[in-house]
Nanobody
């Protein structure tokens, strides 16, 4: 069973940046076998997909983050990243990584991102 550990969250002012990391256990270069994605869940809301990195390098983003967030991987480190720029208060949520477009792994604990206005 693959385990993921998310990190890099924190408190940031609107307009600031953060880079989230997600380290996955298991087979080497696991993200060359599974398409990774970032998800988030804000208080009182359902978890939603934020960014997906598909086979061949194509990416897909939620409309709300297009142009601000970038997903990438380091296969040698079994790590997927989410670079978040120009953060907005509405980006406040717990962020998770998993496979995409459907989450097939056990969810990690996530990392909290809080954006103050």
């Amino acid at each position: 069973q693959v385990q993921v550990v998310e990190s890099g969250g924190g408190l940031v002012q609107a307009g600031g940046s953060l880079r989230l990391s997600c380290a996955a256990s298991g087979t080497r270069s696991i993200f060359s076998m599974y398409d990774p994605g970032w998800y988030r869940q804000a208080p009182g809301k359902q978890r939603e997909s934020v960014a997906v990195l598909l086979t061949g390098g194509r990416t897909d983003y939620a409309d709300s983050v297009k142009g601000r967030f970038t997903i990438s991987t380091d296969n040698a480190k079994n790590t997927v990243y989410l670079q978040m720029n120009n953060l907005k208060p509405e980006d406040t949520a717990v962020y998770y990584c998993n496979t995409a477009p459907r989450a097939g792994w056990k969810w990690g604990q996530g990392t909290q991102v809080t954006v103050s206005s």
